[in-house]
């Protein structure tokens, strides 16, 4: 390793820290769009209800094969900042922001060379996998900042040869692995790169590696039986031809299969053109790690997931930065540029994080819209083969849209407006049948695996028989404020209800119907009807089929507060002639159905 420290390279150092901070700013500002744009997937979502209770429940939930560090850390957080997804994705984000002028710093002590450094940073924040991990619920984005960190402690403590860096490195790799027991991989890595560097001074991890293993056998021996089951299982998970594994593993670390090439290049010209030859071939030994974890996938069952090999990406990142600043002068341009241009579009696209994700729904927004649409009375019913989302998903998500509950019912037996829960290409055939009787499919919200329909019936199930056999089962506002004097509006809105129909028998004649609102400035009629789910025609509603009809009242802009009358006129177009409801419509042959509050100045 190299020590720099000439005035001329401090004077350089503090010009490339612009660099640097526009790096960080570029980075944030690309990361903040995702942070709500890619839905959560359920390992954040158990992350984040896990961290949710006391910090004794939090520990005691933490599941075997992962130490309680990184959900204390949440749970502090939450109790801190909130725990919506954007204010825990934010956490996440924080860190890995730090790990950028820390790249800068480790590689600019490691090598002394501030272009290879700056690179290094840049791919450390460009890496596509990289973009995943910033914004995940999950403790990857710490480690790899902590990664950086210990990469930094240990080229200071190897180059300057101070007790007080190797009690600073021990500290962080003994942080790491109380984050995650994959971090035993970072400390080979590390152990192997000061081995080809610095051979003579390996003698220096004895404080580290005693650290490390008093801690490890402290988290590891406790929890064994579990973490060899959980790789056991692992094991056994078939994977493609190792071509194609390598090819599509750091296709996924670079973020697309340009990527493939552009690490390739960058080790090909780091171990011809870098002058310190032991360094990259530590840094491209660092990179290659996916092989060896191929090769005994049989043993530890970690290829099949790169969440596993998220301690890979630090490598790649220096690879980059060392195979760009080797170069020789005449290809430094050009070869800069080149990767510009092929790993700068990953950082402006989010469809790999969605591919990344693994399994989920967007539930979140899902959430969001139902709380929209639900009116007082509507109810849930979740169908029996439904498995949409894990109970942990409904818990968060209610928690944030609905903190007092949602209505779940078992029968949609007694209520007009259901919410129905599926996977709409398989769902029980008795339940979808039972929530469809008498009722009429609405509005939908969702995707198919995760889909919310409603199914509406009517307000008044009885309803009321006028003479030429239509039936009026009731109105319904669709968008009103209720009081306890009635849905209140503003003077001069627009008052939208449904009105619904039924035929006893069939009927020969088309009828028309008017809709009438008694204002003390003036009565206000609509007869321009609007059938959703059927024809206009009277004489072509079939029995048995309700019929909806919405229909806009506009209260006049002058208008006297009050409670105003809403009525109803079923009438022969060709005389006029009104039809009346026994016992339920007025002088006027006009049926009372509802009235409205209006308030104004």
Not at 44 to 58: C, D, H, N, P
Not at 90 to 100: E, V
Not at 314 to 330: C, E
Request: hydrophobic fraction near 50%; glycine fraction near 8%; aromatic fraction near 14%.
């Amino acid at each position: 390793m190299r020590v720099f420290g000439s005035s001329s390279e401090r004077r350089s150092s503090k010009r490339l820290l612009l660099p640097i901070f526009l790096l960080v700013l570029v980075t944030a500002a690309l990361r903040i769009p995702i942070l709500t744009d890619v839905p959560m997937n359920w390992d954040e979502v158990w992350s984040i209800w896990q961290s949710m209770g006391s910090l004794e429940q939090t520990i005691r939930l933490t599941p075997g094969d992962w130490p309680p560090t990184y959900f204390i850390m949440v749970n502090l957080w939450q109790s801190w900042a909130g725990f919506t997804p954007l204010v825990l994705r934010a956490l996440t984000l924080f860190i890995f922001l730090l790990g950028i002028p820390i790249t800068y710093r480790a590689v600019r002590e490691m090598t002394g060379c501030h272009t290879t450094a700056v690179f290094s940073a840049f791919g450390f924040s460009a890496l596509g996998f990289g973009q995943f991990l910033s914004v995940l619920v999950r403790a990857y984005g710490l480690l790899l900042t902590l990664t950086m960190l210990a990469l930094w402690l240990t080229a200071l403590y190897f180059n300057r040869r101070k007790l007080t860096y190797g009690i600073l490195l021990s500290g962080c790799l003994a942080l790491m692995f109380l984050v995650h027991y994959t971090a035993f991989f970072i400390c080979l890595l590390l152990g192997l790169y000061t081995l080809l560097t610095t051979p003579k001074q390996i003698w220096r991890w004895w404080l580290p590696a005693l650290v490390v293993a008093f801690v490890g056998s402290l988290q590891v021996l406790p929890r064994l039986d579990y973490v060899l089951t959980r790789t056991d299982y692992n094991s056994q998970l078939a994977l493609p031809s190792l071509p194609i594994a390598l090819t599509e593993m750091f296709a996924t670390f670079s973020g697309s299969t340009v990527g493939v090439l552009i690490l390739a290049a960058a080790a090909l010209a780091a171990m011809l053109y870098w002058r310190n030859r032991a360094q990259a071939a530590a840094v491209v030994l660092w990179s290659a790690a996916p092989l060896l974890m191929y090769l005994l996938h049989n043993h530890l069952g970690l290829f099949q997931d790169a969440r596993y090999l998220w301690w890979v990406l630090p490598g790649l990142a220096l690879l980059i930065g060392l195979g760009v600043s080797s170069l020789p002068r005449p290809l430094q341009l050009p070869g800069t540029t080149v990767v510009l241009l092929l790993m700068l579009p990953i950082n402006f696209v989010d469809y790999q994080l969605r591919e990344y994700g693994g399994e989920f729904e967007p539930i979140d927004g899902v959430f969001a819209d139902l709380k929209k649409n639900l009116r007082p009375g509507d109810v849930i019913l979740v169908d029996p083969k439904c498995g949409c989302a894990p109970p942990e998903a409904w818990d968060y998500y209610m928690q944030i849209h609905f903190p007092g509950g949602l209505p779940f019912v078992e029968s949609a037996e007694g209520y007009p407006r259901i919410w129905y829960v599926s996977r709409n290409w398989d769902f029980d055939a008795a339940s979808q049948a039972q929530v469809a009787a008498g009722r009429i499919a609405g509005k939908y919200i969702g995707p198919p695996g995760f889909f919310f329909q409603l199914y509406e019936g009517p307000p008044d199930p009885e309803g009321i028989l006028f003479e030429n056999g239509i039936r009026f089962h009731g109105a319904t506002f669709t968008e009103s404020v209720n009081t306890p004097d009635g849905p209140l509006f503003h003077e001069g809105a627009e008052v939208q209800l449904q009105l619904w129909w039924l035929v006893d028998r069939p009927i020969a004649l088309d009828y028309s119907i008017s809709l009438f609102g008694f204002f003390r400035s003036g009565v206000v009629q609509s007869d321009r009807a609007s059938i959703t789910n059927g024809p206009l025609e009277t004489s072509r509603w079939q029995p048995g089929q309700f019929y909806v009809d919405e229909r806009v009242i506009t209260i006049p802009a002058v208008t006297p507060p009050g409670t105003y009358a809403l009525k109803l006129a079923v009438y022969q177009f060709w005389d006029n002639q009104r039809i009346a409801a026994n016992g339920y419509t007025d002088e006027d042959v006009l049926l009372p159905i509802t009235h409205v509050r209006v308030h104004s100045w």
